[in-house]
């Protein structure tokens, strides 16, 4: 026999089921006067430093549907490159910023939109700077696991052909799934789970 | 035991084999809301080993206290009163401080507060069903509230799931982010429920199962149950491989 190592293994994961609305963002779905607001609704006040953009996305299923009760977070860097995060050694992010949102799918169209601002860039672990980018985490009724991705700017061409991350994805044609395209001050970023188009989800 | 300096590791890699898979056709709404290409795996970046910090400020006094936090005033809500407690860890053992939980559920009648929901179950009007405290600096977090419900759910045209408490928990690196269930020691319809079948381990199962604890029972009023959550672990940052002379 040898020493233990000591390791616990993680709680397994269990879907969100339908109505996580009423855990995490339970003014949304009509509980109103437990909690003040909704966590995660406003990401920026006055004060931010950076462009302003918003973030529209929605989450579609193998039929082309999108799901309307699905529940996403997103989370960002500070327009300098910095997380508002203990674990932040670099320096110390935006104190007007948290770079964290969280929001449900619009009941009827399953739309999901963050006002935020464009996050600066960030190193990879070799030092190389990555280009911009929001991560998001996606749960739902169905999805048995929440599932990680990021979203890239459309407008950062040149960031994102050397970015460590896109680099590393093995089917190039895949690589747009991650990319949103900008129009004036909106980005969309469309989520597939299946398909020709299905988005390309990380194991981080 | 302090823990002054954050810590900066990359997260121990996910076991994708104790989790449930993405495709689990017995739970129908899985089938079209799959991914079904290979995730792409990298070790974490400054994005993951970051994540969103909650100040206990956020938490209002009976936010921990679902038999009152919906209720009129001198009501409260109708069941079987129980106080869940536990300690967030991760896989090193090591308790997870000032961290964010949130929990949600059903009345005792197996009823949910939700538009969408339209069992024959009556609402209870002290009863909203959310929940949310943050861990001590040992990661022990504890809440009240009453016994939810089972309740049958459209997939086969005889399914019912078992009593259960919906976990959401933050953990320090965004990657740690996990949603979850509690069920209740002794439920037969634990054993037959689709949902909880989407885990392929009976051991990883029972670690969703919440023992009846006697010591932590308030006599005359609440029985407890206890249930730990564990989250991803750290990797140690004394020797990461870095280019020679930086
Ligand atoms: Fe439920």
């Known amino acids: ?204 | 035991m302090s823990n002054l300096k954050p810590e900066t590791g990359s997260f121990f890699q996910r076991d994708r084999d104790w989790h449930p898979p993405a495709l689990t056709p017995w739970y129908k709404t899985s089938v079209l809301r799959s991914p079904q290409k290979a995730l792409i795996s990298m070790d974490n970046t400054i994005s993951e080993i970051t994540g969103p910090r909650f100040g206990h400020n956020i938490i209002g006094e009976l936010d921990n206290d679902l038999v009152h936090n919906f209720a009129k005033p001198g009501e409260s809500a109708i069941g079987e009163r129980i106080i869940v407690y536990g300690r967030v860890i991760d896989e090193r053992g090591k308790g997870v401080a000032n961290t964010l939980v949130e929990f949600w559920q059903a009345n005792a009648g197996g009823r949910y507060r939700h538009k969408k929901d339209q069992y024959f179950a009556p609402l209870d009007p002290n009863f909203g069903g959310c929940g949310r405290t943050i861990t001590d600096e040992n990661g022990f977090y504890t809440f009240r509230t009453i016994k939810p419900g089972p309740y049958p759910w459209p997939n086969g045209v005889n399914d019912w799931r078992p009593s259960h408490i919906h976990f959401s928990i933050f953990g320090d690196g965004f990657v740690q982010r996990l949603i979850t269930q509690m069920y209740f020691e002794g439920d037969p319809l634990i054993w037959k429920c689709p949902i909880i079948r989407t885990i392929p381990d009976r051991a990883a199962i029972e670690r969703l199962v919440a023992p009846l604890d006697m010591e932590a029972t308030i006599p005359m009023d609440a029985r407890a149950y206890k249930f730990d959550i564990v989250l991803r672990g750290r990797r140690s940052t004394f020797f990461e491989n870095r280019k020679e002379g930086n």
């Not at chain 1, 931010?48 to 989450?59: D, F, N, P």
């Open chain 1, 1 to 204: 026999m040898v020493q233990d190592l000591g390791r616990i293994k993680e709680t397994p994961s269990q879907t969100a089921g339908p109505y996580v609305h009423i855990g995490l963002t339970p003014n949304f779905c009509g509980i109103g006067g437990v909690y003040s607001a909704d966590l995660g609704t406003s990401m920026v006040n006055d004060r931010t430093r950076g462009e302003r953009i918003t973030v529209k996305s929605r989450v579609i299923d193998g039929s082309g549907t999108p799901l309307r009760d699905a529940l996403v977070e997103i989370w960002q860097a500070d327009a300098d490159g910095f997380y508002n995060s203990p674990a932040e050694m670099r320096g110390s992010g935006d104190p007007n910023f948290a770079g964290w949102g969280r929001c449900p799918a619009d009941m009827d169209t399953g739309e999901f939109v963050f006002q935020t601002i464009k996050p600066g860039r960030v190193p990879f672990r070799d030092g190389r700077l990555m280009a911009p980018h929001i991560t998001f985490w996606i749960v739902a009724r169905g999805i048995n696991i929440g599932l990680h991705t990021r979203m890239y700017f459309g407008d950062e061409e040149k960031a994102n052909a050397e970015d460590p991350v896109l680099q590393r994805i093995e089917h190039k044609v895949r690589v747009p799934t991650l990319i949103a395209p900008r129009e004036g001050n909106v980005y969309t970023f469309d989520i597939h789970l299946q398909g020709d188009r299905e988005t390309v989800f990380f194991d981080i």
